[in-house]
């Protein structure tokens, strides 16, 4: 089992930053893939940004360039800078984690969800 502990939520103004983390333990794999979404209420929950072990990057376009996904892999935690926050970024935070096992089956666990608020 892998746990995922999310931290760095909050309340912050138009145009201002934070920056997430996300520590998974347990049993890690040596090839994995870690990311984080958001759910913004009334809405479908959505890819923010994905890194992989190796250290490529994906991020969905409404982020691009705001956004910063990065990882220190000796700790298993995965980062989300977010700078020039939008209203439209206001959702839950939900951290990601995937890699998979011998069988070749896919094996996903995500967080709690940190709050992210950005509001004047």
């Known amino acids: 089992q892998v746990q995922l502990v999310e931290s760095g939520g909050g309340l912050v103004q138009p145009g201002g930053s934070l920056r997430l983390s996300c520590a998974a333990s347990g049993s890690i794999s040596s090839v994995y893939t870690m990311g984080w979404y958001r759910q913004a209420p009334g809405k479908q929950r959505e890819l923010v940004a994905l890194?992989?072990?190796?250290?490529?990057?994906n991020y969905a376009d409404s982020v691009k360039g705001r956004f910063t996904i990065s990882r220190e892999s000796a700790k298993n935690t995965v980062y989300l800078q977010m700078n020039s926050l939008k209203p439209e970024d206001t959702a839950v935070y939900y951290c990601w984690y995937g890699h998979w096992d011998l069988r070749g089956t896919m094996n996903t666990y995500w967080g709690q969800g940190t709050q992210v608020t950005v509001s004047s």
């Open positions: 890194i992989a072990s190796g250290g490529s990057t």
